[in-house]
């Protein structure tokens, strides 16, 4: 079946730091992918969404410079929160399209914790 | 603007019983509607979807109902069991090509009870 495999599935990084997340399509090529945030008993919100060769498409409301998103492959789009704070704690979680058969497909969400 | 309203936030079932979530949406050039359950810490997973050209469509024990004229569609869970206590979420999107995001409902926790 078609996979979208994220990492780290949880991270804890320090106030002022960067972290990155990876999403990687397996088995399947994603021209698009997109990024959700998902705050504790919330829906996803979308924060962006990512374009093989392209500049990402920002959601209103998110920064662009601290958020930032490169598709640089067909199976990797990567987000990199920069100089991240204890408000940017919550649950990231990224998806891509591998076709009608399988529909949206969720990678399994990285949990960032700002101290 | 809630393009997707789901109702209820919260339900609670009986095993064996008979689960229904529903959502309504406003934009009419939505054309793909997926059910997704979401357990805690994890990612959405896809249950079941659905197209406009359709008014039911069933899987197993789950089956969404589709009203084209009252923008409105179901998900029905049948012989609800425990294992099915998780977060369901309605969406929509105008393309089912992959190019365009997800608008997804508020969710549904549901729990089922022996």
């Known amino acids: 079946g078609a996979v979208v495999s994220q990492h780290p599935s949880w991270v804890i990084c320090k106030s002022g730091t960067s972290v990155k997340i990876e999403c990687r399509s397996l088995?399947?090529?994603?021209?698009?992918m997109f990024w959700y945030r998902q705050f504790p008993k919330q829906s996803l919100m979308l924060m962006a969404t990512?374009?093989?060769?392209?500049?990402?498409?920002?959601e209103q409301g998110v920064e662009k410079d601290k958020f930032l998103i490169n598709h640089a492959s067909l199976t990797l789009s990567t987000l990199t929160v920069t100089s991240a704070h204890p408000e940017d704690s919550s649950f990231y979680i990224c998806?891509?399209?591998?076709?009608?058969?399988?529909?949206?497909?969720f990678g399994s969400g990285t949990r960032l914790t700002v101290v | 603007q809630q393009q997707v309203k789901q109702s209820p936030q919260s339900l609670i079932v009986q095993k064996g019983g008979i689960s229904i979530i529903n959502c309504a949406y406003e934009n009419t050039a939505f054309d793909y509607f997926p059910w997704y359950q979401q357990f805690p810490g994890k990612g959405p997973a896809l249950l079941i979807a659905?197209?406009?050209?359709?008014s039911e469509k069933k899987e197993g024990r789950f089956t969404i109902s589709f009203n084209k004229s009252a923008k409105q569609f179901s998900l029905h869970i049948m012989d609800s069991q425990p294992g099915d206590s998780a977060t369901y979420f309605c969406?929509?999107?105008?393309?089912?090509?992959?190019?365009?995001?997800?608008?997804f409902g508020k969710g549904t926790k549901l729990s089922v009870i022996p």
């Open positions: 990512s374009n093989e060769g392209s500049k990402a498409t920002y």
């Open positions: 659905i197209r406009p050209d359709v």
């Open positions: 969406a929509a999107t105008p393309g089912g090509a992959g190019s365009y995001q997800l608008t």
């Open positions: 998806s891509a399209w591998p076709g009608d058969n399988y529909g949206y497909t």
């Open positions: 088995d399947f090529q994603a021209t698009t």
